[in-house]
DNA sequence: ATCGGCCAGTACAACGTTGTAGACTCGGCG
DNA sequence: CGCCGAGTCTACAACGTTGTACTGGCCGAT
């Protein structure tokens, strides 16, 4: 059905090896034999097998993205800017839903399934850092998140310790004192729960603020549902806070609903930080002021990153960390600055701290 | 680096047929055999190489999926359930954005990039009815949305006009008469926009409402920004209304905002209704009352048409048109019956309609 | 005893492409 | 005049897999 070299060999009176010639540019084609093959193409419609080109090349010109869940719109818009930029690239992506379960995680990196993709960009959530070892596979592979560090892979990541500092110390400075967490998981370290935390203690401590445990509020995932929820506990059991920092958007966006609900004002009583940048913070009432860490950065550069080593498969470059750049995007959750010195800083355009991306 | 069947074969001390007919459980394999070959293959660490198994059988074990953007909640989480209902068929997705822009989408159609794949689920924006030959393709091809109908190739897609009819059935029971429309598209009859309003006036119609110009919100891209943009519009020419209709979730979200800094009340001044069931209506303020459009349905019969397809290429098959069924998911935004008898309903679960799937 | 049929396994070709080696022509130079 | 090198093109092999056709050996039925 679908014309092959041969057929175009056939008709344009050549070899099939000219035909595959011109297709690829090479030099050494008369004009007139040129035209004559490029004639053929049209003519029959060809388009080359990239299947078995695949086998010829060793390379497929697709890479695998592994992501928890396309239903998160924290993955769905980095899936976006994954793509784009490997569309930018030449290069076409193959999705992978995880569910963030650690088993399917596992079996995963060693589905043969990925043989069909030159590489991955895997962004686990149930694996932790004691699977470390499991990242040591036989293609080339760029992590993402904050499940697993100092792994045998590239690490694309964000400053989540500086940046939630950053969104704690901007709810300091607009004279917030008692600073309620949504989303803390119980006893964690690492991953993105425990490193935004410790940001936040570190904006404490630095301020002179005492840590109070009692408007730390615990969850699991981080579903709208479950920021809700939380939130819902905190006022239960008779907390007292004038802001939240809900760690992430979804987190801080199903809090902010429940303080609605119970008549508080937003940001009158109660502040309201998120993480993340979705775009559905720019539309919620009020709009969400958050933290941007970098999404687009962290696709093109897990793109970019991905790309030269499966250029480079025997360069002996020992695995990077790599870290994005973040800011704060103040909106009307947040914005209302208590003294003068933040009103300033809010008209000014909110770009408290751009760390220097960590190339090397 | 990766051993193939020759290594197998050789360490096993057998033909690589034999490798490959332990592989593919090939009955007639002696036991010792068989684990002589199993053995060599887990000392090795050997996996098929799917690229020459695609050569070989013509068949890659991968379709594409075509969206406008991932950003989009709708078709992120219609991508979510492509990608599942594909991996319980065994078979990998590769996600292609178009940004809903004609020009690409015409060009992804032919895009040699596809021979990696055994066939498309397609959900054009830009192109339209008049574009209809270009679906036409030499692959397995199925067609999403509401952009071109009777095309040469199998269409899913959901009962845009009776479902629209039925939410806006929903407002006139609860009371409501001066129903706005927020998304309008100026002069569409097909596509999502022109079916909606289509079901919207036959709701109209059918109760002996006045349809009324001057309550039809205009807009070009569903976004919520424009939702909001829309309803802004509305407000400040003075309609006057106690419904509002937005034509998807995330225009009825935007509008809802701007209907609340103005000071109304949802759902006691102004009911609002949607149309998707993104997992974020569940989490608005007020939880937002929408349709079901079938979105799960659609993709796994997307998915299992186009296997299909794949499966017997030579059938001569007509071109078939697959509805979903849809339901009201009854929510605070429209909740709020105004007479007993919807209040009965609205307490009774809210499956309003019911439709008969047309798998014919 | 001979044949047909089943079992176990093998050799070869083919899927469509591209790298390598080489054939053939032609012009220019020693 | 003969040789070299560059230009143009071709034949062949190979990427790793699997379908087809084949070889023997064995058993039971004729």
């Known amino acids: 059905m679908a014309s092959t070299l041969h057929d175009v060999a056939r008709l344009a009176g ?158 300091l400075r607009t004279g917030r004192r008692r600073i309620a967490i949504v989303g803390a998981h119980e006893g964690e370290v690492i ?11 570190e904006a404490l401590d630095a301020a002179g603020v005492p840590f109070d445990e009692s408007i730390i509020g615990y969850t699991t995932l981080w579903h709208r549902s479950n920021g809700a929820r939380c939130m819902r506990e905190l006022l239960d059991r008779g907390a007292e806070f004038d802001a939240v920092f809900g760690l992430n958007d979804t987190l801080a966006l199903g809090a902010m609903r429940v303080l609605q609900e119970a008549g508080l004002r937003v940001p009158g009583d109660v502040a309201v930080v998120g993480f993340d940048d979705l775009d559905e913070a720019r539309y919620s009432i009020p709009s969400l002021t958050t933290i941007d860490p970098g999404r687009e950065w962290i696709a093109a550069t897990a793109v970019r990153t991905l790309l030269e080593r499966i ?28 003294d003068s010195a933040s009103a300033a800083l809010e008209s000014a355009g909110a770009i408290l701290h751009q760390g220097a991306g960590a190339d090397a």
């Open 14 to 171: 050549v070899s099939i090896k000219t035909v595959s010639n011109v297709i690829n540019d090479y030099p050494h084609v008369r004009p007139a034999t040129r035209e004559r093959v490029e004639q053929a193409i049209a003519e029959l419609g060809y388009t080359p097998n990239l299947t078995a080109r695949s086998l010829r090349s060793g390379r497929t010109g697709a890479i695998a993205l592994a992501v928890p869940e396309l239903g998160l719109s924290y993955f769905a818009e980095l899936a976006a800017s994954v793509i784009e930029a490997a569309e930018e690239a030449g290069v076409v992506v193959l999705v992978e839903q995880t569910g963030g379960d650690r088993d399917r995680e596992l079996e995963l990196l060693r589905s043969p399934r990925l043989k069909m993709t030159d590489g991955l960009i895997f962004s686990p959530l149930g694996m932790g850092q004691d699977d470390v070892d499991r990242l040591d596979v036989p293609y080339p592979l760029v992590v993402l998140g904050e499940r697993i560090f100092d792994g045998p892979a590239d690490h694309v990541t964000m400053r989540n310790i500086e940046a939630a500092r950053a969104a704690t110390e901007f709810l």
């Open 311 to 338: 250029e480079h498969p025997d360069a002996e470059q020992p695995a990077r960390l790599l870290l994005a750049d973040f800011r704060i995007a103040e909106r009307e959750s947040a914005g209302a600055a208590l």
């Open 191 to 201: 991953g993105s729960a425990g490193l935004r935390l410790r940001g936040y203690r």
